[in-house]
């Protein structure tokens, strides 16, 4: 995390000295020659550190700390007072700066002093985000954010899925997860996070559909105070939060579109303002977002924005349902049956052949989150050492269960329409010399593009 | 609770086939459900009724055919309202929410046009008293105006039927 750091003194040399010395820390360096300038900087873009003169034309130091502290607390201040002048040093600290240093100043003491503000942020925001890690919790698991997983995927089609995760490990790429409801999207997004570079830096999640889109968007970009009715105080979105880590945004198709194109802009700029805000801020976020929708018929519904659809579909993850990857059922009902059974301290240590059966046969509608209910709820039923089907809910038992997915099915006109536009388009629109690459006439892919 | 679960059935005496089903599904997926009960075009379901008024309407009483008409709707919004209350109880006992709403007509369009309305529905459940009627419900119709997985609820056919 680079701190951004403000110089403000009207002497040229210090400016010059210091930029020089603290850039070459590595620091974002801006710099003031008076008050005035410098409180326009600050209004104008976000700093970590204000490193002010006490002597300077307009408003000094003392008048600039002021200011500063009441519109944006949480800039620390260094003050740089005159030789001598303790008075000056005890005020500026009682006006809320963080240090001084007093002329002339050793320049590896002011260092020092940077950071440890730097670390001091860091720390901070750490906190932060652990506090709002923890008040998390995933719809998929409902257990909090910070407990540990597995990810049971033996099935060929789900190996997929771990490729393409293994594949992206050193990549910061934006990812866009689908699938069923209850297919483990939330699991996914993140182990995508923790194999990667930002596994030490927050990893923070929102679900769209829960909030309305003023919410949403406080939520998301943060508000100042006096933002809206109930903003008493200024607020850091998860945005600013997840700088640097990663932001999971679960069923981002319902997203409202206006936010949709703000979303967009801080993928592309990499920059927001907060709501009611003027100030951009700058964050570096790797976006993980998912969905159980069919995103290209929102999408040519007009109620999902194309080029948005583009920065988040970097990377594709489908997680298939739990009915395409049977082979998968045996080891996850055992894995939540081990996990279930420790909770409760019941000695269950299988299931019956009968009772697997009836569930390797079921096709689960409500996927891996519906296989973990059903064991679940079996252990606290179950008798026995071994799951039996009166464990069972007896409606999977009553009943036979079919799911169909109508993303996943074709009539075979559809697939040859979809055969012959495709044809078209190579053939720049020429519909004879896409019927002759058919071997067709040109009435019969008429009537094929027809249909 | 947000309504992730259409659960579509046909009016009438067994509105609540596959219901059990249903609740078990929503309370496993920390779902409320939405009903949506249909009555097909053909509102008369008996053969004895349709065969009386065809004969009352051939005799030109078109009266007589409007009463009988009025007293089978009557008679099925009656067995509806008992069927949902009882599904509603169901469903609170435990704590499920649900809501509902009665259409008539077509059944694949009655879907498209409710799903347009509640588009967080991430699944159609299909009671057995539309999935077992063919006649009734397109499926193909409506595999091509929803995105939203389908799924068939039935009963097994019974040995040596």
């Not at chain 1, 210091?18 to 620091?27: D, I, N, P, T």
């Not at chain 1, 932060?128 to 910070?146: H, I, R």
């Not at chain 1, 198709?253 to 927001?272: G, N, T």
Request: with cysteine; proline share 3%.
């Amino acid at each position: 995390m680079k701190l951004r750091i403000l110089i403000a003194d009207d002497e040229e040399i210090t400016l010059k000295h210091l930029s020089y010395a603290l850039g070459k820390e590595g620091y974002d360096i801006a710099t003031a020659n008076n008050g005035i300038e410098a409180l326009k900087k600050i209004e104008g873009r976000e700093f970590d550190l204000l490193i002010a003169d006490i002597k300077m034309p307009g408003i000094d130091g003392i008048t600039l700390l002021t200011e500063v502290k009441e519109k944006y607390p949480d800039v620390n201040v260094i003050i740089i007072t005159g030789f001598g002048s303790i008075e000056s040093a005890v005020n500026a600290m009682s006006k809320g700066a963080t240090d001084y240093v007093t002329k002339p100043f050793n320049l590896d003491e002011l260092t020092l002093k940077v950071k440890k503000i730097e670390e001091k942020k860091r720390l901070e925001k750490e906190n932060v985000a652990l506090k709002v890690t923890l008040q998390q919790s995933f719809p998929s698991s409902g257990k909090n954010a910070v407990a540990g997983f597995s990810f049971i995927a033996k099935s060929k089609v789900m190996r997929r899925v771990t490729d393409i995760i293994t594949g992206i490990q050193n990549s910061d790429c934006n990812v866009l997860i689908t699938g069923e409801s209850g297919t483990g999207k939330g699991l996914v997004a993140k182990i995508i996070h923790y194999t990667s570079g930002r596994k030490e830096l927050p990893f923070l999640a929102v679900n769209c559909a829960i909030f309305t889109e003023e919410l949403l968007a406080s939520e998301l970009f943060g508000h100042e105070k006096g933002a809206f009715t109930g903003a008493v105080s200024a607020k850091q979105g998860l945005l600013e939060i997840a700088d640097n880590g990663t932001l999971f945004l679960d069923e981002i198709a319902e997203m409202s579109p206006a936010l949709q194109a703000k979303l967009l802009k801080v993928i592309e700029d990499r920059e927001f303002i907060r709501v009611g805000g003027t100030r951009s801020i700058k964050v570096d976020v790797r976006f993980i977002a998912a969905t159980n929708q069919n995103l290209n018929s929102i999408i040519s519904g007009g109620r999902f924005r194309e080029d948005l659809y583009y920065r988040l579909n970097v990377m594709d993850i489908f997680i298939p349902p739990l009915r395409e990857r049977k082979e998968d059922i045996t080891p996850l009902s055992r894995h939540f049956l081990e996990k279930h059974s420790k909770k409760t301290n019941k000695k269950i240590t299988g299931f019956s052949e009968e009772a697997m059966d009836i569930l390797t046969s079921y096709g689960f509608p409500g996927n891996v989150r519906e296989l973990e209910n059903i064991i679940e709820r079996a252990v606290i039923l179950e008798k026995t050492s071994l799951i039996t089907p009166e464990s069972l809910p007896q409606s999977i038992r009553l009943f036979q269960i079919e799911t169909i997915d109508p993303n996943r099915i074709k009539t075979i006109d559809e697939l040859n329409k979809d055969y012959a536009e495709k044809i078209l388009e190579y053939a720049e629109n020429n519909k004879s010399k896409a019927a002759d690459l058919l071997g067709i006439s040109r009435t019969s892919l008429w009537r094929i593009l027809k249909k | 609770m947000k309504e992730k679960i259409l659960f579509v059935t046909k009016g009438g005496e067994n509105t609540d086939e596959g219901f059990s089903y249903v609740l078990e599904l929503a309370k496993a997926l920390n779902s409320g459900i939405a009903v949506l009960v249909v009555y097909p075009r053909q509102m008369m379901t008996s053969f004895e009724d349709v065969m009386s008024a065809a004969a009352f309407a051939e005799a030109g009483d078109f009266q007589t055919v409007r009463t009988l008409m009025k007293e089978q709707e009557t008679e099925l919004k009656e067995t509806e309202e008992k069927k949902i209350k009882e599904m509603k109880v169901k469903a609170a006992e435990i704590s499920v929410g649900l809501i509902y709403k009665t259409v008539s007509g077509d059944v694949a369009s009655a879907i498209t046009d409710y799903l347009k309305e509640r588009t967080g529905i991430e699944m159609v459940l299909l009671s057995p008293n539309l999935s077992k009627e063919r006649k009734i419900l397109d499926i193909r119709k409506l595999l091509k105006n929803i995105s939203k997985p389908i799924v068939n609820i039935t009963l097994p056919e019974k040995a040596g039927a």
